[in-house]
């Protein structure tokens, strides 16, 4: 069995920084995207950013863009989100989600269908 496990959320101010901290462990697996997704409550699950196996190739939500950076150790059983400038909008729970079905593309699926293990989630809170 996978496990995902989130870490580095809290409280942080309007402009203010975080960083996400997701680590694989359990069973041993190939992790060809990994992304993190968020949800605020009444809302769907959206996509925020992702970082695909192949030629570290990383995607992100316009949302984001310019403000969020997704990183990963070689392996992919890490995978960080360095949040800044962030805005009370950003606030959600923030989920690490990994896609083990093999695909050789340089590029990153952002419907949360296409991951196959998720983490518990971790909150942030942006205050104004």
């Known amino acids: 069995q996978v496990q995902l496990v989130e870490s580095g959320g809290g409280l942080v101010q309007a402009g203010g920084s975080l960083r996400l901290s997701c680590t694989a462990s359990?069973?041993?697996?190939?992790?060809?995207?990994q992304a993190w997704f968020r949800q605020a409550p009444g809302e769907e699950r959206e996509f925020v950013a992702g970082?695909?196996?192949?030629?570290?190739?990383?995607f992100y939500a316009d949302s984001v863009k310019g403000r969020f950076t997704i990183s990963g150790d070689n392996p992919m059983t890490m995978v960080f989100l360095q949040m800044n400038s962030l805005k009370p909008e950003d606030t959600a729970a923030y989920y690490c989600a990994a896609r083990s079905t093999y695909y050789s593309g340089s590029y990153v699926y952002t419907g949360a269908e296409d991951y196959d293990y998720w983490g518990q989630g971790t909150q942030v809170t942006v205050s104004s």
């Open positions: 359990g069973r041993t697996f190939t992790a060809y995207t």
């Open positions: 970082i695909a196996k192949s030629g570290g190739f990383t």
